[in-house]
């Protein structure tokens, strides 16, 4: 057969094929004269690699979170809205007048559609897999319910007042007599056949290992690596540097590897046991005066000026009936007795309570920085939900 020949063949069963899409869509080749021409149908898109439900969403209707709107008209092209294929013809609210998508779905002959696809007017809510195997991310379409994944997007929890990484991640202003039993990181254990100099500092899941200085430890507990900083009347801050989880121990020492990290955290650094964060979610009460005051006697590094998220310390705590979540509003110093609780400078939230002193995160902050020896009141109390 000649090259004309078989290029007549080739297109002929190009066009038998495009005709058999058209008719396993749904959508009539009478009612699409661009389907035959290789030019998608006033109001539809034809599908091209690497479209998405939400790139169209953003193209057709400037909004890319109303990808579930293209999706509902075009449940018997679409099983799954994870994946779209090359070829398909999609419908585009908007663009398609409802009298031209009522005639299509009239035309439509549920006997001759794929299994697993739906005539209109059936319950398009579907649980099924994808076409690659395994469950999808939508396990049912939106127009059946509110149900994306598992995650019900009408059921949320009340987000706490105090993340677990601002707990762990705040300085402590202590007593060193008081702080418990310690390590210290001795060694980063690394892979270095060439000899090469690599930076001391410590990253994401490098392993260490720790001299237990009288400190216990076990397999699965976390340690938390500090450095001690600046003295402020009489105390030490310790500042955090990482968390670490132990995957071996003996008597002496330790191995252990990094959870999270704050800071520079290297070799040489103190480590200890990590208090357990175990804070329930918490909403909070206004307050005109409870009568706690405190003072603002120092901060996490030493600035002229503060930002918000950075931390400071106030000398009264959980003796005085300071609880983590409390709020405290920071007034001028300066002020005279009679004006002192009038214009607020700064709003900050406790993280972290000992016995005598208070880590709190600075959450707002007016024009003027506060400064130490600012004076502070109680504000919003923290309950439990």
Request: hydrophobic residues 40%; proline residues 5%; negative net charge.
């Amino acid at each position: 057969m000649s090259w004309s020949g078989l290029l007549g063949v080739w297109r002929t069963v190009v066009r038998q094929a495009v005709v058999h899409v058209a008719v396993l869509g749904g959508l009539g080749v009478a009612m699409l004269p661009g389907a035959l021409t290789g030019q998608a149908p006033e109001g539809t898109h034809e599908v091209r690699r690497g479209d998405t439900l939400w790139d169209l969403a953003g193209h057709y209707l400037s909004n890319p979170f109303q990808w579930p709107e293209i999706f509902q008209i075009n449940t018997e092209v679409v099983e799954d809205p994870h994946w779209i294929y090359p070829g398909e013809l999609l419908a585009i609210p908007g663009l398609v007048p409802i009298e031209r998508l009522e005639s299509w779905n009239a035309a439509r002959d549920p006997d001759a559609l794929p299994t697993g696809w739906r005539a209109d007017g059936q319950d398009r809510g579907r649980s099924g897999a994808s076409g690659f195997g395994g469950t999808s991310l939508f396990d049912e379409s939106p127009d059946a319910g509110s149900v994306l994944g598992g995650f019900d997007i009408e059921i949320y929890s009340e987000p706490r007042l105090v993340s677990e990484s601002d707990f762990y991640r705040a300085p402590l202003l202590i007593d060193i007599e008081e702080m418990p039993y310690t390590g210290r990181t001795v060694l980063k254990i690394q892979g270095n056949p060439l000899g090469l100099t690599i930076p001391a500092g410590l990253h994401l899941h490098d392993r260490v290992v720790i001299a237990l200085d009288h400190l216990d430890v076990v397999p699965g507990d976390v340690l938390r690596a500090f450095r001690w900083a600046q003295s402020i009347d009489g105390r030490r801050v310790a500042r955090s540097m990482a968390l670490l989880e132990v995957t071996d121990a003996t008597s002496e020492t330790a191995r252990a590897h990094v959870l999270q990290l704050f800071d520079d955290y290297s070799v040489g650094d103190p480590v200890t046991l990590a208090e357990v964060f175990d804070i329930p979610a918490t909403m909070s009460q206004a307050l005109e005066d409870d009568g706690i005051t405190a003072t603002l006697v120092g901060l996490e590094i030493e600035q002229a000026l503060l930002g918000e998220g950075d931390m400071i310390f106030l000398d009264q705590g959980a003796e005085a009936g300071v609880s983590i979540g409390d709020e405290f509003a920071v007034f001028d110093r300066r002020a005279d007795a009679d004006t002192r609780w009038e214009d607020r400078l700064a709003t900050v939230r406790v993280v972290r309570v000992s016995e005598n002193t208070s880590t709190a995160r600075l959450v707002d902050l007016r024009d003027t920085s506060p400064e130490k020896g600012s004076p502070a009141r109680r504000v919003l109390r923290a309950v439990g939900s």
